[in-house]
């Protein structure tokens, strides 16, 4: 009885050593990232335009590291033409692919403040100073449920750079950074006289730690309500979901005015005076539009 006794014991010890090694291990691959490397996720949401889907074929996603340790004595590079060639190898800066699936994606999916993890990848360790996306030709938007391509101008590159200057990603967890891009579709999208569409890609770029947010409901549908959020130096816009609800993300710290821009006999409406501190979301409520 006395050997059966110590066997369980020795056992339970081994078994208890062997799940505590286990969890140790799997927390350690988890959170630690390995030595001269970091963890970059981008997310991607959109500021709206007037479209039912706006669809961007996206190739690649890249980034480029500057691994020097004073990463401000490059501030004065030409980063456009490094841009324009990743393929070129440099003591300092090195080209990482991000690794997304190529592909269409329906921007719109992302709007009212949902964000998706774009694209991920360890890469090398530094200061990020370009992101790089791949524009394919599969372009088109979706207005009242009539399809139009989009072109890019004649002469225009197949991608977008956007130039950082090194300390805007969030290091939220040791060695891993993340950061929010913006896509503007007003902007980005633009139609001339003949009603053909082009793009010109242009993004925001944001982490929520340095950044808030302002929320609410609007109705009824029938207004067709369209939200502006601004003050003397931004201005963002949404468009509330079938139930009426949206979220601006990305905002300044400081005091806005929400304005809905109601139609169909309904009259518009403003709040004034809606505070914003990073990090968190200030909330208006529910607006009721009136005839």
Same mark, same amino acid.
């Given at each position: 009885m006395k050997n059966k006794t110590i066997l369980?014991? #020795?056992?339970?010890?081994? *078994?208890? %050593?062997i799940t505590m090694t286990a969890c140790k291990k799997s927390v350690s691959n988890e959170n630690d990232v390995p030595p001269g490397k970091q963890q970059m996720s981008l997310y991607l949401t959109d500021g709206p335009g007037l479209f039912d889907h706006v669809y #961007?074929?996206?190739r690649s *996603?890249? %980034?480029l590291v500057d691994t020097s340790t004073d990463t401000r004595r490059h501030d004065n590079e030409d980063w456009d033409r490094r841009g324009s060639d990743d393929h070129k190898k440099d003591s300092s800066f090195v080209w990482e692919d991000l690794n997304i699936t190529a592909g269409v994606y329906d921007i719109l999916r992302f709007r009212n403040g949902?964000?998706?993890?774009?694209a991920a990848a360890g890469i090398v360790k530094g200061s990020i100073?370009?992101?790089?996306?791949e524009i394919g030709t599969n372009n088109s938007v979706v207005k009242d449920s009539v399809t139009y391509p989009i072109s890019l101008p004649a002469g225009a590159a197949n991608?977008?750079?956007i130039k950082l200057k090194?300390?805007?990603c969030e290091e939220f967890q040791p060695g891993r950074r993340r950061l929010w891009l913006d896509f503007d579709i007003t902007?980005?999208?633009?139609?001339d006289f003949r009603n053909q569409f082009y793009l010109r890609p242009f993004f925001h770029f944001f982490t929520v730690s340095t950044t808030g947010s302002i929320a609410g409901k609007v109705g009824p549908r029938e207004g067709f309500p369209v939200v502006t959020v601004f003050n003397a130096t931004d201005t963002a816009y949404a468009l509330p979901d079938r139930e009426g609800n949206f979220k601006l993300k990305g905002l300044k710290e400081g005091t806005y005015s929400v304005f809905i821009n109601a139609s169909n006999g309904y009259a518009d409406a403003t709040i004034s005076n809606v505070v914003v501190k990073a990090p968190g979301e200030t909330s208006v409520g529910t607006i009721k539009l009136t005839k």
């Amino acid at each position: 009885m006395k050997n059966k006794t110590i066997l369980s014991a #020795i056992t339970a010890i081994a *078994v208890c %050593v062997i799940t505590m090694t286990a969890c140790k291990k799997s927390v350690s691959n988890e959170n630690d990232v390995p030595p001269g490397k970091q963890q970059m996720s981008l997310y991607l949401t959109d500021g709206p335009g007037l479209f039912d889907h706006v669809y #961007i074929d996206i190739r690649s *996603v890249k %980034v480029l590291v500057d691994t020097s340790t004073d990463t401000r004595r490059h501030d004065n590079e030409d980063w456009d033409r490094r841009g324009s060639d990743d393929h070129k190898k440099d003591s300092s800066f090195v080209w990482e692919d991000l690794n997304i699936t190529a592909g269409v994606y329906d921007i719109l999916r992302f709007r009212n403040g949902a964000d998706t993890l774009f694209a991920a990848a360890g890469i090398v360790k530094g200061s990020i100073r370009l992101i790089k996306i791949e524009i394919g030709t599969n372009n088109s938007v979706v207005k009242d449920s009539v399809t139009y391509p989009i072109s890019l101008p004649a002469g225009a590159a197949n991608y977008v750079l956007i130039k950082l200057k090194g300390n805007e990603c969030e290091e939220f967890q040791p060695g891993r950074r993340r950061l929010w891009l913006d896509f503007d579709i007003t902007r980005s999208v633009l139609v001339d006289f003949r009603n053909q569409f082009y793009l010109r890609p242009f993004f925001h770029f944001f982490t929520v730690s340095t950044t808030g947010s302002i929320a609410g409901k609007v109705g009824p549908r029938e207004g067709f309500p369209v939200v502006t959020v601004f003050n003397a130096t931004d201005t963002a816009y949404a468009l509330p979901d079938r139930e009426g609800n949206f979220k601006l993300k990305g905002l300044k710290e400081g005091t806005y005015s929400v304005f809905i821009n109601a139609s169909n006999g309904y009259a518009d409406a403003t709040i004034s005076n809606v505070v914003v501190k990073a990090p968190g979301e200030t909330s208006v409520g529910t607006i009721k539009l009136t005839k």
